[in-house]
């Protein structure tokens, strides 16, 4: 079954560095997603996009916060400046229609040192 | 505000016993709703959803039951086994966009 692959798992940044978080969607899926979960909190929805744009984004997805879709394939995150409260799971989600189930990665996990 | 929640943030049920996970939401206009199962270290999963114009949706050993009258949400689990030790989490489809709005999750705990 095609599943969301996200790289790394683990990533380690020192305070104010920047940060790219990669997600390989599943390759017929249309719209994508990248959220975040502080550890031992629900999932919060950070930004959706589609067509080449951001359809949506959240008040946590500030102006430090990017996303592109440099090829066809691949759906990367950046944090321009991290900061200590960015330590998170980050997770990128797919699918094909907004009418149907969104797939998730198994996440990134940050951490701002 | 919080959307979509859940009532009990931990449940302890006998294997082969039926679990029961309950969630309520807010947003009346809300018209799908999805559960997800996460397991440590691991990315949400989807289990089953359901449409606002059913009430009831089953799926291989699992149930949701949507009452849009209180506005609340089941997960049902038939003979629940080790492997269904997860945190479960309802969610709701924003009904003005295409973001999903996450409860704050019941770990089930299955007992020996």
């Known amino acids: 079954e095609p599943e969301v692959t996200q790289t790394p798992s683990h990533q380690v940044t020192q305070m104010g560095q920047e940060v790219i978080l990669r997600c390989v969607p599943i390759?017929?899926?249309?719209?994508f997603y990248w959220y975040r979960q502080i550890l031992g909190q629900k999932v919060e929805f950070l930004v959706s996009?589609?067509?080449?744009?951001?359809?949506?984004k959240s008040e946590i997805f500030d102006d430090q916060f990017s996303v592109e879709r440099p090829d066809g394939s691949n759906f990367t995150l950046k944090i321009r400046s991290t900061k200590l409260e960015d330590s998170a799971m980050y997770f990128c989600?797919?699918?094909?229609?907004?009418?149907?189930?969104?797939?998730f990665g198994d996440g990134t996990r940050l951490s701002i040192l | 505000g919080e959307s979509v929640g859940l009532h009990l943030p931990t449940l302890s049920v006998q294997e082969g016993d039926n679990s029961i996970i309950n969630c309520a939401y807010s947003?009346?206009?809300?018209?799908?709703f999805i559960w997800y199962k996460q397991e440590s270290g691991k990315g949400p999963q989807f289990i089953i959803d359901?449409?606002?114009?059913?009430d009831k949706r089953q799926g291989q050993r699992v149930t949701v039951l949507l009452n849009k009258t209180v506005k609340h949400l089941s997960l049902q689990i038939a003979a629940t086994q080790p492997g269904d030790s997860a945190v479960y989490f309802c969610?709701?489809?924003?009904?003005?966009?295409?973001?999903?709005?996450f409860g704050k999750g019941t770990r089930l705990h299955i007992l020996p």
């Open positions: 390759s017929n899926h249309l719209y």
């Open positions: 947003n009346s206009a809300s018209d799908y």
């Open positions: 969610a709701e489809n924003e009904p003005r966009g295409d973001k999903i709005i």
């Open positions: 359901i449409r606002s114009n059913m």
């Open positions: 989600a797919s699918t094909r229609d907004r009418s149907q189930p969104q797939h």
């Open positions: 996009f589609y067509n080449n744009e951001i359809s949506e």
